[in-house]
């Protein structure tokens, strides 16, 4: 079975290199490219690779930032930079390799020896007795990071400084306890990657972190509102009320 490879990197040349060396193994299949961070995001999403080479200083955002807003199922990162000074950074990230450019065709082939494809993992059961072993646990594929821009800057923001998702004026904003900032996914897509256990849709226009709900106010007509911690007023449908409440009593 062929590796499912993602090139990515601003420089045409750099790709059209590993693309080569690349192109030469029956066991590799380049399935697209990118040229920034935010496209090889929207690129992993969309075509799930089993590997990804990924240059480390790019415009936008970095591959550094890129690899941190993954989940826990990401793909294999193979890091690709002219600099060496980011390999510590890189494999605290989880980095399979650091290769240095130009690439070798050597170091390329030693770099997918490292690289098995595999399943998503399966979270252990817990052992008898240890029922509350799975408590704070993050779905396996969920992010644990989110990139959002502030102005022309990407900020990583870990899970747990997430207070709620909105969508308003076409835009998707990520809302902290101090600040708003913007992301590239709609709220369909990340409803699509979020914990259900941790995140709820309280309406067409909002997600909101089930940690961060302090009060919940309920409408005369069948509607409600939730005070987030950060003192945000978040309106919930009709049709989502009841079922807020639910989840909240867990």
Request: net charge negative; charged share 25%.
């Amino acid at each position: 079975m062929s590796l499912r490879v993602l090139l990515v990197d601003d420089e045409a040349p750099a790709r059209g290199r590993l693309r080569q060396l690349l192109s030469e193994r029956a066991d590799v299949a380049i399935v697209g490219e990118a040229e920034d961070g935010i496209e090889a995001i929207e690129r992993i999403q969309e075509l799930s690779p089993d590997v990804v080479f990924l240059d480390i200083q790019m415009p936008g955002c970095s591959g550094l930032d890129v690899a941190a807003s993954l989940g826990p199922a990401r793909p294999a990162i193979i890091f690709c930079t002219a600099f060496d000074q980011h390999a510590v950074d890189a494999f605290e990230l989880q980095a399979v390799d650091y290769l240095l450019k130009p690439v070798t065709r050597a170091r390329l082939d030693a770099a997918l020896a490292r690289v098995t494809p595999s399943a998503p993992a399966t979270p252990a059961a817990p052992a008898a007795g240890d029922a509350g072993a799975a408590e704070g646990a993050t779905l396996p594929g969920s992010p644990t990071r989110f990139l959002a821009r502030r102005g022309a800057r990407y900020k990583v923001v870990p899970l747990a400084e997430v207070v709620a998702f909105s969508f308003d004026e076409g835009q998707t904003r990520l809302h902290t306890a101090t600040e708003q900032l913007l992301m590239q996914p709609t709220l369909a897509q990340l409803l699509r990657r979020l914990d259900p256990a941790r995140f709820f849709q309280v309406s067409r226009a909002a997600v909101v972190h089930l940690d961060a709900v302090r009060e919940a106010k309920p409408h005369s007509d069948g509607a409600g509102q939730v005070v987030l911690s950060n003192g945000t007023v978040v309106e919930v449908s009709r049709r989502r009320w009841r079922p807020l409440l639910d989840e909240l009593e867990r």
